[in-house]
């Protein structure tokens, strides 16, 4: 029984009417964890009542604290009927299990109905006593911390990057099965939310233990998703990265990162050390040593702490009974394809329908759904060990050796990462892709989930051996998503195949010197664009030159990747949002045919959207694209395409060559004079975009360079053609120009709107720029005014005119439209950039498109933005040099100021906290907590993973909600509009005000990753799903920072110590 | 391709002060946009027409479900729903109680009832505010009207506490109240000419030395109604024009007192008769309800036209009343 919950009810306050004769409401609560309920009194004839309630205590394993959301139901008390519900609070207690984050939620929440909506606020107190548990076959995982943002926290460090860990759980949807047909909506809906607020503890959990296994402390760029399978019931899944982070407020932390193994046994109290706030308030501190097994102690063995049969790290190998009802993407490595040979073929089959016409355009770097042959594979696993670069090419090889022993051992070397410690990323291959179609069946057993994990981890393996052909031995960047309409689902996993520094990958090793040599031989700025792969022996045909910047290693003329832009590239100019998108018809069929059908149409439009993004960077004279994310939605009649990602020019790599229009038609002077003009038009706007995004590289003799490497023929290959099976792909000759031109060939009509479409384009207005990566290349003078933002178009199409073309154009001007509008909106906010754009793009109905956008607006200092580049870089390394003061000093002051007064600053509070037998000590954070009793605090919103002008003081625990909002008077809301505004403006008031209630002024990371709308205007209703995630955070602007930094280490201590004497 | 939907939610929610206006003034979404198609916002932005629709009923549906908290604006403050800075939080309130004096002129002193609601209408027509906007205002004065109405202490301060306006637009609500609550007659055509700020300005005074909160703080309706047993003792000033002998003492004090003073001096001494006269006769009928209704027609017929007709300058009224009045307390009976 390893804890204590504890409850207090204070007071509500705005309650809706519930007796119309008196107009008011005689409201009394009820308070449920797992099956324990307790009540308060009844509080008569008040909107506003004060309860006052006792403290409701529940004793319950620490697994059921990990799961459970405690569930807070405010009724109206009837005495001859049965009681009204008003509304329900469900608060999630797992911030308060691991230490650092928050101590007590307290505040105020909105009351939420699935019917009404908000109705009133109720004052709640929520603590946890935790007591030590000895029993290290435990099931729970309390302790572990789990952050959404996909870079190492602000205020941690990270002594170890574990990797990969996944887990999902299934279960049936309340919505669908029988009872649902007898009961409300609301007791339906609410049902819904319980059931995935469990599952969603439960996976946690699931994950924190994989997590100790691997003997981590915390899981960064946590991902956790939601599958409506519909009938077949409900997925909840989650990747992350498992890490061991220290926490950067001892001074210890800033030693650099373990080099000999003497300094990594030095660093273990440290990462012990605050682990025993996690279990704070119990007095069993002597237990304290036997409790943290996780901790990072080298001659801890591994079996002993993994008893847990649920968990999965071996590959599941058992064959798959349901073979034949699976359809594959031709390229996914099926187990139901059976033999190699098989798939070959179906490759080539895929690869002779492809229009010959269309085969001009590749980019070597971009890696698709698209399968290697055996023979690459093994030139791909040779390579690792073979010859690499030129300069420091046994340092290389050494360290890719290491690395892969390192990473070998893993399943899957997948990071959720997007931004990395530097000198954690050493090259860069390419984005790699993966994706799959498959039947959904009715989910028999819920406890054993394996054909969802088998399918998952299919398309792991896939991703796995793509990097592996690039010549890496992990993925960054890795993220995971599905499409679901009716039973097809396609699953999609995509990440950059990288090359790691093995330093952050272990504990540490030997090759401390060696690395630090091969380091120096690492030109700052351009190192991760090298080629990791071998020139000689290339795993698709690309077009290598020297790097632009230290002309030593080679480098590709493209660079694709998902993850943000390395903080020491050294980018020319400023970076821009490029979108693809595309449509593609489907005729209507059921389960096989379906599945088929979309298994065929994904390869066209993997290469199209490509196509598009390579062209639009062109047009934009650019030469790398960050952030990637395509996205493939299915519908009933449909398949939607998505890619958005934010060009940048990269100073390492060469110069974009433009695009040249050629005809098929000759010896027409009128076809002639339009392609000519069409040219021009093109190339007018790359000097326009060149100009507006201020690209203007160096100019650099071809002399100096070199010429490029000679390769007449590969230049221009497909990347899905393989190696052999591609001669017979209609060559052009590209060669008549200095610069390997991008040449678009119109040949049809078809040709032509694509060519109009990518001028189509309207760049932001004048003092906007936008971006879907985290900060925007060429811009670093933020101020602090910030606009999180949520928009949702739906526009449906007119059945009519449902060509390729028509659907295009209306996709096309849906989201230009979208952008306009968000552009119209913030002006007043202008300098402004949108950051970290996120679109998605979904299809509730037959002819509905939905596009949900949501990003950050943040204003920028005009006067510094308009320097040259070059002042632009050393500005931003003079930043980085005085950020790195900051840190240093910010460490010291505290010392200096507090020790003095107490010898062991960070212990003191540690060990008062513990003698208070009541937890008072845990209140010592209520001071800084914004007060919500007069006016209410104002949290801001970010989907990035800072405030600028800020710095973020702690990390409070994640939030993660789950709303359902349904209505059955959808035109006395304000019809589909109102309705949905309202309900996303309550979403975001919930997520601010669990946020507050955990004492903090912020959500980082924030991310919508659901928005399901469903409407039926016939019936005047209308349902809608949200899921929401970020992390809270406490903030600080560092103006005031410097007070509170002197202030903080008194401020934290006295009230405890006030605490402890009150107590004892 | 139409449009489904359209929404946009930020985390702060974004007020545009010109829509907002727009709004209020109660444009429908077309009208809004003509209007600021008009205004020249399209060429500064370089938006299109689409996006200025949509960002039009973007803010309308946005004000709309803010109306509801605006009824109540302390809500405003504590509600959790909408982020919104306390300073643009003060300017949707002021805005939202702040009326048209046309419209107010219309309505002042009239019983904020629903059969003055159905004569909208004709206010609407007659003034070129919108119907809309006109209801708005109506309801705000019959919610203020019914909040602070049984309320003790100032009534000032009530409707600040409670609807949290601004000082000077508390106080025009407070006369607002004050002459619906007495149903002054204000819409009479004599009384045209007088403004909003004229009555606000009567109101002021009457609520300071006429009601019951003039002389005791600690009643209900202290500053809305008129204080009976004032309107009781204002009876025995009858006694001025009745009394023979005391009409011509009053008038000779404030004859030598005024001599040389005022420049139309002859014309008051021929008139002081009947000025007196008539002023006392509206102080004395004041108990009757009736003649309460009519205080402002009576005032004006039996005292501003006489003067007006004899083109007294402002001035010179203000020293009269002032003489008037400081010299009954040198007659007797009125020590």
């Known amino acids: 029984m390893p804890g204590k919950l504890k409850v207090k009810i204070v007071a509500g306050r705005h309650l809706p009417v519930m007796d119309r004769a008196s107009d008011l409401t005689d409201a009394f609560v009820e308070v449920k964890f797992g099956n324990t309920t307790f009540k308060t009194d009844v509080y008569p004839k008040s909107l506003n009542p004060q309860w006052n309630s006792e403290w409701f205590k529940f004793e319950v394993d620490d697994e059921d604290l990990q799961d459970e959301p405690l569930q807070i139901t405010v009724l109206d008390h009837d005495t001859y009927s049965a009681n009204d519900a008003i509304g329900k609070v469900y608060i999630d207690i797992d911030p308060l299990l691991y230490s650092e984050a928050a101590t007590v939620i307290s505040g105020w929440f909105p009351i939420y109905d699935t019917i009404h909506g908000i109705r009133g606020e109720i004052n709640v107190v929520v603590k946890v006593d935790l007591f030590n548990d000895l029993n290290r076959f435990r099931q729970s995982s309390c302790g572990v911390k789990f952050f959404c943002t996909t870079s190492i926290p602000k205020c941690y460090r990270a002594v170890i990057i574990h990797g990969f860990v996944e887990e999902l759980v299934v279960n049936e949807d309340p919505e669908y099965q029988w009872i649902d047909r007898i009961r409300t909506p609301r007791a339906s809906n609410e049902a819904r939310q319980r059931l995935i607020s469990l599952m969603s503890g439960e996976l946690q959990r699931k994950i924190g233990l994989k997590v100790l296994e691997m003997r981590g402390n915390a899981v960064v760029g946590y991902l956790q998703c939601f599958d409506l399978e519909g009938e077949s019931g409900l997925v909840v899944r989650a990747i992350g990265t498992a890490c061991t982070l220290d926490k950067l407020s001892s001074p210890a932390a800033f030693l650099p990162a373990c080099n000999s193994p003497s300094k990594e046994m030095k660093e273990i109290p440290f990462n012990e050390d605050p682990n025993p706030n996690t279990h704070s308030s119990g007095p069993s501190t002597p237990l304290k040593n036997q409790t943290y097994s996780f901790s990072p102690s080298k001659s801890y063995s591994r079996q002993s702490s993994s008893s847990d049969t649920d968990l999965s790290l071996t590959p599941k190998t058992a064959p798959y009974p349901q073979g034949p009802r699976i359809y594959l993407c031709p390229s996914s490595p099926s187990l139901s394809c059976g033999s190699l040979h098989l798939k070959k073929s179906c490759l080539l089959l895929s690869e002779s329908s492809l229009p010959p016409h269309h085969s001009s355009l590749v980019s070597p770097v971009l890696r698709k759904s698209v399968s290697f042959s055996e023979e690459l594979f093994l030139a791909a696993s040779g390579m690792g060990s073979g010859s690499a670069g030129k300069e420091g090419g046994p340092f290389k090889a050494l360290l890719r050796q290491q690395t892969q022993s390192a990473l070998e051992q893993r399943e899957f070397p997948f990071f959720t990462l997007t931004a990395f410690p530097p000198g954690f990323l050493v090259h860069v291959g390419g984005v790699v892709s993966a994706r799959s179609v498959k039947l959904l069946d009715r989910i028999h057993n819920p406890d054993e989930p394996e054909t969802r994990d088998a399918w998952w981890a299919e398309i792991r393996q896939e991703i796995k051996s793509h990097a592996k052909a690039l010549g890496c031995h992990a993925v960054v960047g890795y993220s995971e998503s599905t499409s679901i309409c009716e039973e097809v689902c396609i699953l999609s996993a995509s990440g950059t195949a990288a090359v790691l520094n093995p330093r952050f990958l272990q504990d540490g090793t030997v090759e401390g010197c060696l690395e630090q040599r091969l380091e120096e031989n690492l030109p700052a700025g351009c190192g991760f664009c090298h080629i990791p792969y071998d020139e000689l022996n290339m795993p698709f045909p690309a077009h290598l030159t020297y790097c632009y910047n230290c002309r030593k290693q080679k480098v590709p003329d493209v660079l694709f990747t998902t993850i943000d832009l390395p903080t020491d590239a050294t980018v020319i100019g400023k970076g821009c949002l490029i979108q693809a998108r595309l449509c593609r018809l489907k005729k209507k069929a059921q389960a096989e045919a379906n599945a088929t059908a979309i298994s065929n149409l994904l390869p066209f439009m993997e290469y199209e959207v490509h196509t598009q993004l390579m062209n639009k960077l062109k047009l934009k004279g650019m030469n790398a694209l960050f952030g990637l994310r395509i996205q493939i939605t299915v519908g009933e009649n449909m398949l939607m395409g998505l890619a958005s990602a934010t060009g940048v020019y990269l100073a390492a790599l060469p110069t974009p060559g433009g695009i040249q229009i050629a005809g098929k038609t000759p010896n027409d002077g009128s076809y002639e004079q339009h392609i000519s003009h069409m040219q021009k038009k093109i190339n007018d706007t790359i000097a326009k975009n060149k100009e507006l995004y201020e690209i203007n590289p160096p100019e650099i003799s071809e002399e100096i360079i070199g010429s490029p490497i000679p390769e007449p023929r590969q230049r221009s290959r497909l990347l899905r053609s393989q190696s052999e099976s591609s001669d017979e792909v209609t060559e052009l000759d590209l060669s008549h120009g200095k610069k390997d031109a991008f040449v678009l060939e119109i040949d049809d009509t078809d040709a032509m709107e694509d060519v109009h479409s990518l001028l189509t384009d309207v760049p932001p207005p004048s003092g906007f720029y936008s971006c879907n990566t985290e900060i925007m290349p060429g811009i670093n003078n933020w101020t602090s005014e910030i606009q999180m933002f949520t928009s949702v178009r739906v526009i449906r199409l007119s059945s009519l005119n449902l060509t390729n073309q028509a659907l295009n154009k209306n996709f096309n001007d849906l989201c230009e439209n979208l952008l306009k509008s968000l552009y119209f909106k913030l002006r007043s906010m202008i300098p402004c950039c949108l950051c970290h754009v996120n679109f998605t793009v979904s299809l509730p109905e037959d002819e509905l498109i939905q596009v949900t956008v949501t990003a950050v607006a943040i204003t920028f200092d005009k006067n510094q933005a308009l320097q040259t580049t070059k002042a632009h870089v050393e500005k931003s390394l003079q930043r980085a040099s005085t950020d790195n003061e900051e840190l240093l000093q910010f460490p010291l002051e505290l010392c200096s100021d507090s020790l003095p007064s107490h010898p062991f600053p960070p212990a003191k509070a540690v060990t008062v906290e513990k003698t208070s037998p009541m937890g008072e000590g845990n209140f010592r954070n209520r001071s800084a907590a914004p007060c919500a009793n007069s006016t209410v605090g104002v949290v801001k919103m970010t989907p990035l993973s800072f405030i600028p002008g800020a710095k973020i003081t702690k990390y409070l625990g994640i939030i993660n909600m789950f709303f359902i909002r349904e209505t059955t008077s959808l035109r006395e809301e304000g019809g589909v509009s109102g309705f949905l505004h309202a309900f996303i403006a309550e979403v975001f008031a919930m997520v601010r005000a669990h946020v507050a209630a955990l004492g903090g002024n912020a959500v980082v990371s924030y991310i919508m990753k659901q928005c399901v709308f469903m409407e039926n205007p016939n019936k005047n209703q209308a349902q809608c799903l949200i899921n929401v995630s970020g992390d809270a955070v406490v903030f600080a602007r560092e103006s005031e920072l410097e007070v509170v930094s002197t202030q903080q280490p008194a401020a934290n201590c006295q009230p405890a110590c006030t605490g402890g004497e009150v107590t004892t | ?216 703080s600690q009643v209900d309706d202290m500053d809305m109604d008129l204080d009976k047993e004032f309107l009781q003792d204002l009876k025995e000033l009858k006694v001025l024009v009745a009394d023979k002998d005391l009409l011509d003492l009053h008038k000779s004090l404030v004859c030598t007192a005024l001599r040389g003073k005022l420049g139309v001096f002859s014309e008051m001494e021929a008139n002081f008769k009947n000025l007196s006269r008539g002023l006392v006769n509206v102080a004395t009928k004041l108990t009757h309800n009736k003649d309460v209704r009519d205080l402002f027609v009576d005032l004006v017929e039996k005292f501003v036209e006489p003067c007006r007709s004899d083109h007294w300058p402002l001035s010179d009224v203000r020293l009269f009343l002032n003489q008037y009045s400081a010299s009954v307390h040198s007659l007797d009976g009125f020590r």
């Open chain 2, 1 to 216: 391709m139409t449009s489904e939907l359209d929404i946009f939610v930020g985390n702060t929610t974004l007020i545009d002060e010109d829509v907002y206006r727009l709004w209020l003034d109660g444009y429908s979404v077309g009208d809004a946009v003509a209007l600021r198609v008009r205004s020249g916002i399209l060429e500064q932005t370089g938006a299109t027409a689409a996006v200025l629709q949509s960002d039009t009923m973007d803010h309308y549906r946005t004000f709309h479900m803010l109306e509801r908290l605006l009824h109540a604006p302390p809500k405003l403050l504590h509600q959790l729903i909408y982020q919104i800075p306390p300073s643009r939080q003060a300017l949707l309130i002021e805005r939202y109680y702040a009326f048209d004096e046309a419209f107010v002129r219309e309505v002042l002193g009239k019983k904020l009832s629903k059969g003055t609601k159905k004569d909208l209408d004709d206010i609407s027509t007659k003034t070129g505010i919108t119907l809309k906007s006109c209801r708005r205002q109506f309801d705000n004065f019959k919610r203020v009207f019914k909040v602070v109405e049984e309320m003790r202490g100032s009534l000032v301060d009530n409707i600040q506490q409670h609807f949290l306006l601004s000082d000077r637009l508390a106080r025009d609500y407070a006369a607002i109240v004050f002459f619906a609550n007495n149903r002054f007659e204000t819409g009479k055509k004599k009384l045209q000419y007088l403004s909003f700020g004229d009555f606000a300005f009567c109101a002021e005074l009457m609520i300071q030395n006429w009601t019951l909160g003039a002389v005791d």
